[in-house]
């Protein structure tokens, strides 16, 4: 039974970094893409990145290129995603999402969010 | 960026009705659009790959159809358990991948 399980929910200040962690368990770390997907209150979902960990590629949506870091840990099975110079329109729920296989992004397992509040 | 447009924004049905809920792209996706169901304070739940795949663990009830720009999420017969909020997403061009703005599934 494949599981992600994500950190715990961050306040953070204007301007500071936020990273948070995706850890897998069951099925195969690496060879299925990892994304992250945004959420804010009451708001649609917003594709942020995935990496591939087996071959170390990673991706991202133009909006969040420069500003987010998308890596993974093979050795530990987590994936991390890390945010910076954070602004208040970043609060979110952020998942983390299994693609279905090793190049396709359709998302069968999902953690359960990460909220994370921007607020001073 | 490919946009997914999504009607009706809501969709007033009661329990047994059929339900049809729509996805139209900016441009075509081939056969590379999903759909996803999702219920407050949860996660989405994949239902729907490739325009017409099931996933593992959707009901027979609920179908996909369409290619190109036009798509179609059916629900023969709609339970309780099936009011939510309905996200059409496509892969088919990217990045980014994206996803609609969502229809809101109620009970009328």
């Known amino acids: 039974q494949v599981q992600l399980v994500q950190s715990g929910a961050e306040v953070k200040k204007p301007g500071s970094s936020v990273k948070v962690s995706c850890r897998a368990s069951?099925?195969?770390?690496?060879?299925?893409?990892i994304s992250w997907v945004r959420q804010a209150p009451g708001q649609g979902l917003e594709w942020m990145g995935r990496?591939?960990?087996?071959?170390?590629?990673?991706n991202y949506a133009q909006n969040f290129q420069g500003r987010v870091t998308i890596t993974a840990d093979r050795s530990t099975s987590t994936a991390y995603m890390e945010m910076s110079s954070l602004r208040p329109e970043d609060t979110a729920v952020y998942y983390c999402?299994?693609?279905?296989?090793?190049?396709?992004?359709?998302?069968?397992?999902w953690g359960q969010g990460t909220l994370v509040t921007v607020s001073s | 960026e490919i946009v997914l447009t999504q009607s009706p924004g809501t969709l007033s049905l009661s329990p047994g009705e059929r339900a049809t809920l729509s996805c139209r792209a900016s441009?075509?996706?081939?056969?590379?659009l999903a759909w996803y169901q999702q219920k407050p304070g949860q996660a989405p739940r994949l239902l729907i790959y490739?325009?017409?795949n099931r996933a593992t663990g959707t009901p027979a009830r609920f179908s996909g159809s369409g290619s190109g720009t036009d798509f179609t999420l059916t629900i023969s017969s709609v339970e309780p358990e099936d009011f939510a909020v309905y996200y059409c997403?496509?892969?088919?061009?990217?990045?980014?991948?994206?996803f609609g703005q969502g229809t809101r599934l109620e009970i009328k």
């Open positions: 999402a299994r693609g279905l296989s090793f190049d396709v992004s359709n998302f069968d397992y």
């Open positions: 441009q075509s996706v081939n056969s590379y």
């Open positions: 997403q496509q892969r088919g061009n990217w990045p980014p991948i994206t």
């Open positions: 990496v591939i960990p087996v071959v170390d590629t990673v």
């Open positions: 490739d325009a017409s």
């Open positions: 069951g099925g195969t770390f690496g060879s299925h893409a």
